[in-house]
């Protein structure tokens, strides 16, 4: 050994060893930068940005490097960053309302594909087949007279379908916020956002010139589309203190349907 560690005490060179190793595994953890998005305010986990343990479950993973603020388009890219078997995994799972393990799938990673294009698709379906279902109820019933495209029904359906999107879970992410329940924006956006594909479906036979049938289809895809929010929803608030909250999720996207039929498909 050389001489001039030889002189230095034994307790200053083994104390010295470990501060390297940690600081050595502090720049290299994986997990360092990653956080939630939103904020978990009034969560049990505590306030503000949370960093990520091991094997929690985040909602939401989010880079602090790619976080540009609310109001940049880039900090939402990475909810869009999903593939075809993701998306179509996601949807099948709508199709079973009663699962109730839709928040499983997602995991720590919900996208906003869902609240976005299914929402869109919803209203280019209901908006065209609207008017084709008032076409042959109008050809039916009076052939002899003209018939024209209602150009409305595009800003109804666009007007509807995303402010229900948008606002219905936001409403229930800041009521389970005030009622002392963990809540996540995105993963409630990401549920309501899929709950739309049943109806997207279910819009197709509504053209078919039978009222009762129409009705009949409508009740059961309300049904559906409400059962897999509320079923999902009470997977994740487990309290049976806030069985109002089941009742009004679902109330309200039953009353989305029965908008749709009596609006588009009269």
């Known amino acids: 050994m050389d001489e001039s560690y030889s002189n230095l005490p034994t307790s200053h060179l083994i104390g010295s060893v470990p501060a390297v190793v940690?600081?050595?595994?502090?720049?290299?953890?994986?997990?360092?930068?990653?956080?939630?998005?939103?904020?978990?305010?009034?969560?049990s986990t505590g306030n503000g940005y949370q960093t990520l343990g091991g094997t929690s479950e985040a909602n939401g993973q989010?880079?602090?490097?790619?976080?540009?603020?609310?109001?940049?388009?880039?900090?939402y890219t990475q909810y869009?960053?999903?593939d075809?078997?993701?998306v179509m995994n996601r949807l099948m799972s709508s199709l079973n309302p009663l699962s109730g393990d839709f928040f499983s799938k997602i995991d720590a990673y919900p996208d906003l594909?869902?609240?976005?294009?299914?929402?869109?698709?919803?209203?280019?379906?209901?908006?065209?087949?609207?008017?084709?279902?008032?076409?042959?109820?109008?050809k039916r019933s009076d052939s002899s007279s003209s018939w024209s495209f209602d150009v409305n029904y595009v800003n109804v359906a666009a007007g509807s379908v995303y402010g229900y999107a948008l606002l219905v879970p936001l409403g229930f992410y800041f009521l389970l916020q005030y009622l002392g329940s963990s809540a996540s924006l995105i993963r409630f956006w990401c549920l309501w956002g899929y709950s739309l594909f049943v109806l997207t479906l279910s819009s197709f036979l509504l053209v078919i010139?039978?009222?009762?049938?129409?009705?009949?289809?409508?009740?059961?895809?309300?049904?559906?589309?409400?059962?897999?929010?509320?079923?999902?929803?009470?997977?994740?608030?487990?309290?049976?203190?806030?069985?109002?909250?089941l009742v009004a999720a679902f109330v309200l996207q039953m009353g989305l349907t029965i908008f749709i039929k009596m609006w588009f498909f009269s």
């Open 209 to 245: 010139p039978i009222e009762f049938l129409r009705w009949t289809i409508t009740i059961l895809a309300g049904a559906a589309s409400a059962s897999f929010v509320a079923a999902n929803l009470k997977m994740y608030i487990q309290s049976n203190d806030l069985t109002i909250v």
């Open 113 to 138: 594909y869902g609240l976005v294009w299914v929402s869109a698709t919803l209203i280019f379906v209901i908006s065209s087949l609207g008017n084709c279902a008032t076409y042959l109820m109008h």
């Open 22 to 43: 940690i600081e050595e595994k502090s720049t290299t953890n994986p997990q360092a930068n990653l956080q939630i998005f939103p904020p978990n305010n009034g969560a």
């Open 62 to 75: 989010q880079s602090a490097n790619t976080w540009k603020g609310v109001f940049s388009v880039s900090s």
């Open 84 to 86: 075809e078997d993701i």
């Open 80 to 82: 869009f960053n999903v």
